[in-house]
């Protein structure tokens, strides 16, 4: 009971519109201020509240999931509890699901909706969603992750039918370009062809997009990869050689659109075929790069004929080769950048 007393007070900490707010609309403003000045749609159906399922939004780190959640889930605030996984105190107390479905069922009965983000940092993320889908709370049930790769590992069969999966990426260009108004056809055009041209060097990450200089486009960038290189692959893969995952990323980055030859990049990585194979499966299940296979006139063939690995975002990749040269006219690798936008 102590330990329900102390998770309990730790929650209303984390959702001060619960406990502290005097008022619904006092309450509304605390949660209106977690949400961006400008928040830009996306193309992903909005329609994903679901009673008897839970939601689970995937996609890279800072690609909008947090936000695209809040968003889906206005109706219901203020009377949302959300829970942050990256919150060791949050994540120790509910060691089952049943702790929370309690708290839920009693002292928290008001409450109309659960989001839970960050899910990937909880071992066993999978079962602990089952067992909320499975006491039929009466509750959607939203849940965001930055890693595909290790929902995947633990959910595959616990939350087969209870689940439904979605994915954010980073803004697509008619997301980025939806909201333009101007007063003439030529104007919106000249207007996308300069978002699209600073999407090639930049990339299309919302913090990025929505940055007001070139140099704190780069910032936001080069905080990022770190973030995607070391607390990723350190805190939640739990690889080892931080040096060859780098020196890997660096090397694909180089090569965008090229064949992919697993033997030469574990000769330059100095670890077996093995390990860059298991690099590269994170990699792509993290949304950092997107596997390419050939269309080869037969599945045999397409399974084992060498791909082709492409970048997610742009920025990131130019960061990656230190190249931000904003010519584009100028710069030799052009045509790979285009190809990442396709």
């Not at 830009?40 to 890279?60: C, E, F, H, L, M």
């Not at 800072?62 to 936000?67: E, H, L, P, R």
């Not at 009965?109 to 006491?135: C, N, P, R, T, Y």
Request: charged share 20%; aromatic share 6%; proline share 3%.
């Amino acid at each position: 009971m102590n330990n329900q007393i102390f998770l309990l007070e730790r929650l209303l900490q984390i959702n001060p519109w619960i406990g502290k707010a005097r008022d619904s609309e006092q309450a509304m403003n605390m949660i209106k201020a977690l949400m961006p000045v400008e928040y830009i749609s996306r193309q992903t159906s909005n329609s994903v509240v679901v009673q008897d399922k839970a939601v689970v939004i995937i996609g890279p780190r800072q690609a909008g999931k947090t936000t695209f959640a809040w968003h889906c889930l206005q109706q219901f605030t203020p009377n949302v509890l959300y829970l942050n996984m990256e919150d060791l105190l949050v994540k120790s107390e509910l060691s089952s699901p049943f702790i929370l479905v309690d708290l839920l069922m009693n002292r928290l009965s008001f409450i109309q909706a659960l989001f839970i983000d960050e899910i990937q940092h909880m071992q066993e993320a999978g079962l602990f969603l089952k067992g909320l889908v499975d006491s039929r709370l009466g509750r959607p049930i939203l849940a965001t992750g930055s890693s595909s790769f290790h929902l995947h590992a633990r959910t595959r069969e616990s939350l087969a039918g209870r689940a439904v999966r979605m994915k954010i990426l980073p803004f697509s260009l008619t997301e980025m370009t939806n909201h333009i108004s101007a007063h003439n056809p030529l104007a919106r055009e000249q207007h996308v062809l300069r978002l699209l041209e600073d999407s090639f060097i930049y990339g299309s990450y919302p913090a990025v997009h929505l940055a007001d200089s070139r140099e704190g486009k780069k910032q936001i960038l080069t905080d990022l990869c770190e973030a995607l290189i070391l607390r990723d692959a350190s805190d939640v893969h739990r690889i080892q050689r931080i040096d060859a995952f780098r020196k890997l990323l660096t090397l694909l980055a180089g090569q965008i659109g090229s064949l992919v030859n697993i033997s030469e990049l574990a000769s330059h990585c100095q670890v077996d075929s093995g390990t860059v194979n298991s690099y590269l499966e994170i990699l792509e299940e993290s949304h950092i790069i997107s596997m390419v296979r050939p269309y080869a006139g037969g599945k045999r063939r397409e399974i084992t004929s060498a791909v082709k690995a492409f970048f997610i975002d742009n920025g990131v990749r130019n960061l990656l080769v230190r190249n931000m040269d904003e010519n584009f006219a100028l710069r030799n690798d052009k045509g790979a950048l285009i190809r990442l936008c396709e």
